[in-house]
């Protein structure tokens, strides 16, 4: 199973009213290789490995996110999707959802993004066979023990393969 993971508004909290919590380097003294990764917590790297998926960086980071983001969070670099050039969708549909769907080749997927919205999940039920949950993360805190709690249950099967 796949999980693609994105990185502003899901493991980067933006947006919100009060001070961000700042994180220390996993290794003391190593330098922030981004001005805003110490937003981002080192512990959800073991948590989003132990979930048993192959991690697929889904960001517009591209490179940046194994240079910066997998030491980071501990991860080894992990693939990227390659987003193509200037292919529109319908109405309201997300510019990923499309080769998100492509890169997945029919096998079952888990996308974490804080801009999913009700048109992606209609899409992706008329378009993609392989199970498939869409889980919409709040921008201002980044992904949280509650998100996990739903993915954890999605990926063990406990949720059912229809969830969206």
Known sequence: MLL????????????GPGPYPEHTPPCPGAPLAHPLLGRVDPALGPRLAG??????????????????????????PLPLVDWPDGEGGPPGLHWKTRPLIEWAGGRPFVW?????????????????????????????????????????????????SAAR
């Open 4 to 15: 693609f993971l994105d990185v502003d508004g899901t493991l980067l909290p933006f947006g």
């Open 51 to 76: 979930l048993g998926c192959a991690l697929v960086w889904a960001t517009t980071w591209m490179e940046d996110a194994n240079a910066c983001l997998s030491p980071w969070l501990g991860l080894p």
């Open 112 to 160: 974490v993004d804080d801009e999913i919205g009700e048109a992606d999940r209609r899409w992706v039920a008329e378009h993609c066979a392989a199970p498939a949950l869409l889980h919409r993360v709040d921008h201002r805190t980044g992904l949280t023990d509650a998100d996990f709690g739903v993915l954890e249950r999605w990926v063990s099967g406990r949720a059912g």
